[in-house]
Every structure is written in structure tokens, then in C-alpha cells.
């Protein structure tokens, strides 16, 4: 990936696009890479697999479905350029508080 965020890593740049475009109150990123050594996607330097939480008020009204396209638009470069896997807990705020 090229351009003014190609020095951050992988996890640096989710986090700065979600922001961006979702604006959320919780964010939690994990990368589970080392999980998934040898298997498909997997690669020797990790940032391949990712566990993201994330709590905004972008998701109010929006299916989980519309939810998850939300962050995988967002999300689009960094899967073309080799962001494998990413499993997603969305939430809107209401929906944290009463999970909690």
C-alpha cells in the first residue's frame, strides 16, 4: 500500500479509516495472525487476521449484514492489499450498554 499512511501498519491504518468514516466510541483491534499460522491467508510477517469490537452510532438502524459491508467498504485497500480475515463484533451504543 502506498501513499501517506504506507509507514503505519496494518493495525494503524484500520484504526484511522473506521474512525474516519464511523466515528466510534469503542475500538478494540486484535490481531490474531499468529493463530493462523499455516493456514490459507496466512502470512510470515502476521497482519493477516484481525478481531475487531466496535461501537458506534453509524450502526443504528442498519442490519448486521449492513453493518459488516459498512466496515468491509471502509475497509477495501487494506484486503486488496492482503488483510485476510476479519471478524467483527458491531454494536451500536444502546446495544453495549445493555450487553454489558
Given at each position: ?13 484500520i484504526k484511522a479509516q473506521l474512525e474516519a468514516q464511523l466515528a466510534p466510541v469503542a475500538f478494540e483491534l486484535n ?70
Amino acid at each position: 500500500m502506498t501513499g501517506p499512511n504506507s509507514q503505519l501498519s496494518r493495525a494503524e491504518r484500520i484504526k484511522a479509516q473506521l474512525e474516519a468514516q464511523l466515528a466510534p466510541v469503542a475500538f478494540e483491534l486484535n490481531d490474531d495472525s499468529s493463530k493462523h499460522a499455516g493456514h490459507a491467508g496466512a502470512r510470515p510477517g502476521g497482519e493477516s487476521h484481525y478481531r475487531l469490537r466496535l461501537v458506534s452510532p453509524a450502526f443504528e438502524g442498519l442490519s448486521r449484514v449492513a453493518r459488516q459491508r459498512l466496515v468491509y467498504e471502509a475497509l477495501k485497500a487494506e484486503f486488496d492489499a492482503g488483510l485476510h480475515a476479519l471478524s467483527l463484533d458491531l454494536k451500536t451504543p444502546a446495544e453495549a450498554i445493555t450487553k454489558n
